[in-house]
Each structure stands twice: as C-alpha cells, then as structure tokens.
C-alpha cells in the first residue's frame, strides 16, 4: 500500500539554481515514499484534451533536465545522475531574410546574406533549395544571381562579390520552392559614400559558458555566418565563467577575428547590483592577453565568483564599480565600458569619463532611450549602442523575443576608418556609432566637419545636418538636447494625415527595472463607421496580435518593454465615428500562475474615448500613464508612402539654448513598422 497520502506539484520560475532556475516543484505529503516507490512526472498531459506543453522558442542542443532531490528535508537538494536530454530543433520554413549593407560607394565589392527561417527567428538547417537574388536600381537596371541554400547546417546562402553603381537598389530574394516567401532590403550606393562603409555590431552576446544558448563556436559562427555580422563582442557574466572556459572562448575569439572580414572581441559582463554600480559590459579591445579575471596587478577583477561549482563562501571581488574601473583605468585605450540597464540596470551615479564612452540604449531586454538621455543630461560624454544581450543563441540583432527578454536585440552602427581591432576600436571610443533596434539602418548627425560623437565649438549661425537611411519609412524624427526635446518632424503631417485611418500606439514599459514589461490586453471598438482593415505593426513575436471580436471591435493582445506597438484601423470615414479604447495592463508574472494576470499597480486599466471629429481636428490625443516613457496615442496617419531616405538641416539659432554650456545633441527617430534608431549625441559649446 501506498505509504504517501497526497503529493503537492508546483511550477516557479525561481524554484532552483542557476543554470536550472525553472523548475517543477513536488512536496511529498502526509507520509514518505519507499525504495522502489514510482513518481511519474508527464510534461504535457493530452490525454484529457489537453494542448500539451510547448517548448522553448528558440533551438538548443542538449537541453537538460536535472532531477534533485532534498533526502533529509533540510532544503539542500543533491543531484541525481543522468539527465535527460532534448534537442530542440526549428519548425517550418516561414519567412526569408536578405542581409546586406544599407550604404556604398559605386563599385565597392559587398556579400549579400539569404538565409531561411521559421516563425520564431530560427535559421532552418539542411534544406538545399535554389533561389534567385533580384537587384534593381531605381533607374530599371537589374542583375539576377543564382543560389542554393547550404545542404548541411543553417539554411543560408552568401552571394558575394557583387558591385553595383549609383542609385537606390531593391533586393529580392526568392526560392522556386516557396514562392509566398521574399526576402527584401535596400541599398544606397553614393559617390560621397567615400572610404568604409558602416559596419554592424553586436557587442553583447552570451553563450553557454554564462547562461546563454549553445557553445561558444556555434553563437560567434551564427553572428559571423547567419546574422552577418561585421563585429562582434564576446560577453562573459565575470561570476559565472570558469577561468578554463574564458581562455578557450579567448583563443576561439583570437582564432576567428579576421581583419577586413569579421572584427571579434573577448569581453566580460560585470554584473554588480544596482547598488554598487550595476552592469557594466568590459570590452577588450587590443590583441592583448585579457585581464581577466586577474589585472596585471594579480588583483581580482570579477564582481565575485559564483557557478554551479562553487564551494564555500561567496567573497566579492572588484567591488563595487570604483574597484573596476581601477583595475583597467590605467590604460583606458585598451578597454570599453557599456553601462546597460538589462538586469541589474547601471547607476548613473558612478561613471568614469575615459573608460565609458557608450551606453546601451536597446537590447532583447527592451529599449531604454531614458538611461541615455539621462546619462547626457547628467554631462556624461557618452554615444550610442544597441546589442542583443543574446541569451538564446540568435545574436545579430532582430528575431522574436519572449518573456524577460521582451524585445527584438539591437545592432551598433559604427562608422570605422579600418575595418580591424584598432581601427574599430579607435570609432568605438570616438562615439562614431549609431543604434538600430535590430535593422541595417543607417544615420548620420553632423555640425559643420563635427561628426556625433565629437566634441566642437558652434554659433548660431551653425546648423546640424542629419540623414536617415531605413527601410519601413521614416514617421518621425525628434532632436534632443539631452532629456528636453528641441526639435520635432512628423512625416505623417508632412504627407498628409488620412481621414479614414488612424492608430492606437501602445509603447513604454512599467518600471526600469528586470520584469518591466507592460502586458496590454484589450479592445478597440469603432462605432459610426464600418471598420474596412486592421494591422498591428512593432509585434516581438507571433503571439502578439490583433483579431476582429465582432463588427464593431478589435481584440488586441500585446507587450511593450520600452519600444511600441500600433494597431493602425482603416474605416469608411471618421468625420461621424466613435473610438472607445479598453486595455488591461499588467506584469511579468515571476510566481504565480501566468493564466491570472498580476495587475500594473499604478495604472491597471487604460479607458478612454474620443470622437471622429475631435481626432481630425487635433490630429493626436496622447495620454501619458504611470510608469517608464507608459503612454497611450491615438492618432491619424498617412496613407501615402512614407520615406525610406530622408536629410535636412536644424539652424541651431532656431532652437532655444542656454549660453556657456555644453549641448549634447542627438536624434531619435522612428520607422512605420516602429523600428527606431538612435545617433550619437554630438556635443556642442557656444
């Protein structure tokens, strides 16, 4: 007979150690079970009509899990041996992607990328189909160029050695085999696009030596192969790397750097709480032996030392941020500091001048254009960066993100004179950056021969010069002058707002910290007018989305972590139209069942209404909420095609500026698809 009267099952996200947080959680009740005693755990359970469990979005090989148990009921778990092991593998082919550099010069030699995914942003493997690679410039000229995708390994072709002249050009990547999917891009080729063309890199990406997805050699051939990736920045967590794991991702990354090809660094993630500094990514930019995680002075530089095989006490190490930056501020040239909100969000209070010279302003944990705006109002020189933080093997920038990782991961522009180490390292600590949510775009701000991220002199009879290559169409484009915005661009007024199609824009997060994701459940209800069509634009993954309830409504369900989302609704008129609004907002759930959402505390319930009529008057109604960059806009948009190419020029003597002081000046600006991208501030004195 059974000597257990009832056992007690539970998921938490936290319920055990790193690397196995997640775990399911059984508590023997009322009695004890007896050698031979038989608990099946089923994962998944159909047979009641039950969807079964899912797996995780992205592939992994070798993923575990680990049986522990507490013998003793003293909450010290042991290890059972044997894991069970899984290879998750990607789904169906869904969509094409063409990779190729956004600006040249007329007959530069360039590569273009085709690789084939499934819905969730993984690279299909070994499935060798023909296709053909279309170009057409804007003046009718075309070349057409034949591939087969790999036989073995990641689905990917690279067509290289191409050339084109002047113009604007469309890419079309096509297979004969699924003629529904396109790969499409655009490159601009310019005389005055003289000397290296703008690099992209990722600066921070994970592997499984810190809790990332996959080996190290699988996650930098991904960046270099698949995300064609110019640049690429190793990142260890500093307590969790074992010292034999960092000297081989080191010499893998020595062994793959590659002069005018694929640019690589080591680096280290210092993961020091908010407190004493909060994180800070070390970039080691020189051919040097790292140090790390000893400095020349035989002094420890992780924050602490903790893995899965640490024993005894846990004892800090450089801490808090002051003892890092005594450890590499001898040579500052050698090394770069990105402060990045992520987790353990940076402190502004701390900051070295010479060491930090970017920030991080998106990665797959959200978008953050308040830590950089606030670093430069606080007069720190810091330009722009934007990485994957890739914690699930798919770096580059781009794929679809869930959970805590609740946004597309970014990419760094970077205007190089070389394309090696040095030459890269000299743009990065120049501020010579950019930052994309994950596209190959490309920006520019200038003032006079001052590039962003420069230091110079200006008069009033000075002007700031930008230009913006994207590919969705440029909606907006804002000037800051650190945190206050001085300067504003509205390409849907400029084209012309619709009377028949406006939008409701959700965007921002709930707080600055981990698990600030703003989760909008809801409707859209029109009244007085039919509703023709519906979109949403700025999704992260398939599952945010929109649906028609009934006639009159549009259900919506959604996730904004910083960036934004639209739900763009066409209708018959709105000159007679009523537009009412209801969103729950609510968390992240960490515990507790994800199937009872936790309310936003400060704002747990978005309501409003508005009339046609008002709306074509004002144009915009915006309703700022509680929380970080929280807001709600409902607003008319254009039905002309927006500009993928766009410049101009801001007289400075139009702004309002303040004498004697230095005016960190950058742009931000944002794509129809909601896509953004961030220059370098420039940093002007009058």
């Known amino acids: 007979p059974a000597t257990v009267q009832h056992l007690k099952v539970r998921f938490d996200q936290k319920g055990h150690e790193r690397p196995f947080q997640k775990a399911i959680l059984i508590d023997i009740i009322d009695g004890y079970i007896n050698p031979g ?9 159909r047979r009641h009509g039950g969807g079964g469990t899912r797996v995780q979005s992205f592939v992994e090989k070798d993923f575990r899990f680990r049986l522990f148990v507490d013998p003793l009921g003293s909450s010290k778990f042991a290890e059972v041996p044997g894991d069970t092991l899984l290879d998750i ?49 804007s003046g009718g000229e075309t070349q057409h160029h034949d591939f087969r995708l790999a036989e073995e390994g990641w689905a990917i072709a690279r067509i290289s050695d191409l050339h084109l002249c002047a113009g604007e050009w469309s890419i079309s990547a096509a297979l004969g085999t699924l003629p529904l999917l396109e790969g499409k891009g655009w490159i601009t080729v310019e005389e005055t696009a003289t000397g290296l063309r703008p690099l992209y890199a990722d600066l921070h990406v994970h592997s499984d030596d810190t809790v990332g997805t996959n080996d190290t050699l699988y996650n930098l051939s991904y960046g270099r192969d698949v995300a064609g990736l110019d640049i690429l920045g190793y990142t260890a967590n500093d307590f969790n790397v074992t010292e034999a794991r960092w000297k081989q991702a080191v010499k893998l990354i020595n062994a793959l750097n590659q002069p005018d090809s694929f640019v690589c660094y080591s680096g280290t993630e210092w993961c020091g709480n908010t407190c004493a500094g909060g994180d800070h990514n070390v970039v080691f930019l020189e051919d040097d032996e790292p140090q790390f995680p000893f400095d020349n002075q035989g002094r420890l530089v992780r ?13 800090p190490g450089a801490w808090p941020l002051d003892e890092l930056y005594a450890a590499y501020a001898r ?108 596209e190959r775009s490309y920006a520019e701000l200038r003032a006079g021969d001052a590039l962003m991220g420069d230091v110079a002199e200006f008069s009033s009879a000075d002007v700031l010069r930008y230009r913006l290559l994207g590919d969705a ?43 600030r994701g703003a989760y909008w459940t809801g409707h859209i209800e029109v009244t007085g007018t039919p509703i023709n069509a519906f979109s949403l634009s700025g999704a992260d993954h398939p599952e945010q989305t929109v649906w ?20 763009t609704v066409s209708t018959g008129g709105l000159a007679g139209a009523k537009i009412h609004v209801h969103l729950d907002i609510s968390s992240y759930i960490k515990v507790g069942d994800p199937l009872l959402p936790q309310p936003h ?61 230095e005016h960190p000046f950058f742009i931000s600006a944002r794509q129809k698809d909601q896509s953004r991208i961030w220059t370098s501030a420039i940093f002007l004195t009058r």
């Open 89 to 137: 593998v990607p789904g169906e082919p869904a969509s094409l992607a063409a990779i190729a550099p956004r600006l040249l010069a007329p007959e530069t030699p360039f590569s273009v990328i085709v690789r084939l995914d499934d819905r969730w942003g993984n690279t299909c493997r070994s499935l060798p189909l023909a296709g053909r690679l279309t170009l057409t410039s």
């Open 37 to 45: 005693d038989k608990i099946i755990i089923r994962l998944g359970d």
């Open 331 to 438: 040579e500052p040239h050698k090394h770069l500091l990105i402060p990045h909100v992520g987790g353990r969000r940076c402190n502004l209070d701390w900051h070295h001048p010479e060491l930090e010279r970017l920030i991080e302003v998106g990665s797959a944990w959200g978008q953050f254009h308040w830590v950089y705006a606030e670093a430069l109002e606080r007069g720190y020189r810091l330009g722009a960066t934007a990485n994957s933080d890739e914690h699930q093997g798919r770096c580059g920038g781009g794929v679809p993100a869930t959970a805590v990782f609740g946004s597309r991961g970014g990419l760094t522009g970077v205007l190089a004179e070389q394309f090696d180490r040095k030459g890269v390292a000299a743009a990065l600590r120049a501020r010579h950056t950019y930052a994309t949510t994950g």
């Open 303 to 315: 924050s602490f030392e903790w893995n899965e095989f640490t024993a005894g006490t846990i004892k």
């Open 548 to 567: 028609r309830k009934s006639h009159t409504q549009i259900g919506l369900r959604t996730d904004t972590n910083g960036d934004s989302d639209t739900v």
């Open 601 to 661: 505390a400060w704002a747990p319930v978005f309501e409003t209404d508005i009339d046609g009529q008002t709306l074509l008057i004002a144009g915009k109604e915006t309703f700022t909420l509680p929380g970080t960059e929280l807001e709600v806009d409902i607003e008319l948009v254009t039905e002309q095609p927006l500009p993928r190419d766009i410049s101009g020029e801001i007289p400075l003597s139009e702004l309002i500026l303040s004498e004697k002081r």
């Open 473 to 515: 169409g440029w909606e907006a484009v804002t000037l800051y002058d650190g945190e206050r915005e001085v300067w504003h661009r509205d390409l849907h007024a400029e084209f012309g707002r619709s009377k028949y199609q406006f939008r409701v824009r959700l965007g921002g997060a709930r707080i600055k910290d981990r698990y």
